[in-house]
């Protein structure tokens, strides 16, 4: 546990949302079932094993040492720990001061709402930032934004439309199984004030077609699902199903970003995949994820894939 100690002890005053350390990554021996993050004001430790109450103990201690040191006078630390066990049971405790009630964080300037205390996923993924990051710039480079049509397919809490907006794009279909989830994403556009030009379906993507093909084509598609979730999207069945229909719903030059954070998944899944069933839509890049969820094996990391349709001939250009 000496590394999380360590990085506690260098941590500097969190203002975005940010992952402090990522023992997950299995770079720090020891450490492997253990995260850090800053959901700020809130710093948030989860475990995929039991800890017993003494490393807690002395968790705190280091957090609230550090706290002292970094941050405004008077600003009290609030820390919590969630438990992840194997069977998909979260516990969440609040080991000192209060959860702000809304909770709202930062990143890049955008603003999110979070729920510390509502199971394990707390409304943004932090390892997606450069992700977020990657679809901010094509919009700002994008002859014109305003034009632009945005495809957020598993849209969740609507980050990546969130980010595409505030960059200036036109026009965002976000679309989720979960009205929950979007019911969140709305209220993160009006945080933002980009709600003009959003939507948010709460429909089967699978079953959906119909809606999408008529909202689009679209010049920058996110598809972002679960590895796995039973009734909705498993992966090594269903990325088949959606990458057929990508071509398609792309305008000329369109760029997609294809998803998948499941560790026994490589890159050479979705490289194999897309060759054979969407062999016109050309790879671009894999994105390199944040420097601190560095992994010991970047195979079992997220992985974030670009591919873009052919642009028009010369002679077919307007």
């Known amino acids: 546990m000496q590394a999380l100690l360590d990085a506690i002890a260098q941590m500097p005053f969190p203002t ?7 023992g997950r990554g299995g770079r720090y021996p020891g450490c492997e079932q253990i995260s850090l993050d800053a959901f700020a004001p809130v710093i948030v430790l989860t475990s995929f094993a039991p800890m ?3 490393q807690l103990s002395q968790i705190g201690q280091a957090l609230e040492q550090r706290w002292q040191q970094i941050a405004p006078a008077g600003l009290p630390l609030t820390w919590a720990f969630q438990s992840r066990e194997s069977g998909g049971k979260v516990d969440t405790r609040v080991m000192a001061g209060e959860l702000p009630e809304p909770h709202v964080v930062t990143e890049n300037g955008a603003r999110y709402l979070i729920h510390i205390a509502r199971g394990q996923n707390h409304g943004l993924f932090l390892d997606m930032a450069a992700g977020r990051d990657w679809v901010r710039r094509q919009v ?7 034009r632009m049509k945005v495809l957020n397919l598993f849209a969740y809490t609507c980050a990546f439309s969130v980010v595409a907006k505030l960059a200036g794009a036109g026009q965002v279909l976000n679309m989720d199984m979960s009205k929950g989830a979007l019911a969140t994403g709305q209220h993160n556009h009006q945080l933002n004030g980009v709600k003009a030009g959003a939507s948010f379906a709460a429909h089967d993507i699978f079953s959906s077609w119909g809606k999408i093909n008529r909202s689009g ?7 972002d699902p679960p590895s796995y979730q039973k009734g909705s999207f498993i992966a090594t069945k269903d990325y088949a199903r959606l990458m057929r229909r990508l071509p398609d719903l792309l305008v000329p030059g369109g760029q997609v970003l294809l998803c998948l954070n499941a560790p026994e998944l490589g890159t050479d899944f979705l490289r194999e995949q897309m060759a054979e069933i969407a062999p016109e839509l050309q790879f671009v890049e894999r994105l390199a994820n944040p420097a601190v969820f560095a992994d010991v094996d970047e195979e079992r990391s997220l992985k974030v894939m670009v591919y873009r349709a052919p642009a028009l ?5 307007p």
Request: cysteine-free; proline content about 7%.
């Open 140 to 146: 700002l480079a994008h002859e014109r934004p305003a």
């Open 16 to 22: 975005d949302a940010q992952r402090i350390f990522h």
């Open 313 to 317: 001939a010369a002679d077919q250009q």
């Open 217 to 223: 084509p679209y010049d920058l598609i996110v598809v």
């Open 52 to 54: 017993e109450e003494a």
